[in-house]
């Protein structure tokens, strides 16, 4: 089992920045890929960006390249997502999320099923 635990989320104005974290316990955090997902009101969960194990590889949805950051650090089992240039359009519960797939796997981890364990989630609320 891996407990996930996100913080960081609050109020701020659009244009400014918020900076999240999910620090995981129980099973070796090491190997498992890392993601950031977000619902909004009355809207569909989507994937927001992740992180390969090893931290060398970076996927980002479109909406968010440029203006987000998602990093690791295997020896605190700690995942960040630093947020940028925060629009109203953000505003969502963010959930980080984490699993383990085949080494042979090569895709960007962006789905929900190539994820085992959530977070509770934070929420982010950018005003206009």
């Known amino acids: 089992q891996v407990q996930l635990v996100e913080s960081g989320g609050g109020l701020v104005q659009a244009g400014g920045s918020l900076r999240l974290s999910c620090a995981a316990s129980?099973?070796?955090?090491?190997?498992?890929?890392m993601g950031w997902f977000r619902q909004a009101p009355g809207k569909e969960r989507e994937f927001v960006a992740s992180i390969s194990w090893t931290g060398s590889s970076t996927y980002y949805a479109d909406f968010v390249k440029g203006r987000f950051t998602i990093s690791r650090d295997n020896a605190k089992n700690t995942v960040w997502l630093q947020m940028n240039s925060l629009k109203p359009e953000d505003t969502a519960v963010y959930y980080c999320?984490?699993?383990?797939?085949?080494?042979?796997?090569?895709?960007?981890?962006?789905?929900?099923?190539?994820?085992?364990?959530w977070g509770q989630g934070t929420q982010v609320t950018v005003s206009s």
């Open positions: 129980g099973r070796t955090f090491r190997r498992y890929h």
């Open positions: 999320a984490t699993g383990v797939l085949p080494s042979y796997y090569r895709g960007s981890y962006s789905k929900e099923n190539e994820y085992d364990y």
